[in-house]
């Protein structure tokens, strides 16, 4: 499973979905280093620096750096994915799940209108 960083903020903030990023968590869930940092910027804009440097400890999950193919794979979907309004980093998440063959987990329903056209399962987590 491939967590994107609304599935990882749903847990952090133990929102409805939580209980399902626990449970992919457990199960060796993994995410992008640019997902990661969509989720630390969060707690910095809030004024959470120190929770921010502390948040990887915090996630027991395999972050993934983004490399020239996970790059090449989220360029790749820009034209599928742009009537659905995903981001640069919602596309590395998706090309980490196409890559390594895994689900991508999320909060955003828009990522199931593009599902099929980049080749990724989808779950939702509420």
Do not use: H
Request: charged share 20%.
């Amino acid at each position: 499973m491939v967590l994107d960083a609304s599935a990882v903020l749903a847990l952090l903030l133990e929102e409805p979905g939580a209980d399902r990023v626990t449970e992919a968590i457990l199960a060796g869930a993994e995410m992008t280093t640019a997902n990661f940092a969509e989720v630390a910027t969060k707690y910095v804009l809030r004024g959470a620096v120190a929770e921010a440097r502390a948040l990887q400890a915090r996630l027991p999950v395999t972050l993934v750096a983004v490399d020239q193919d996970l790059a090449l794979r989220a360029a790749l979907m820009a034209q599928a994915t742009r009537p659905a309004g995903l981001s640069l980093g919602d596309r590395l998440c998706l090309a980490l799940a196409q890559r390594s063959r895994s689900a991508a987990l999320t909060a955003d329903r828009g990522w199931l209108a593009v599902a099929e056209a980049v080749g990724v399962v989808v779950e939702m987590i509420r």
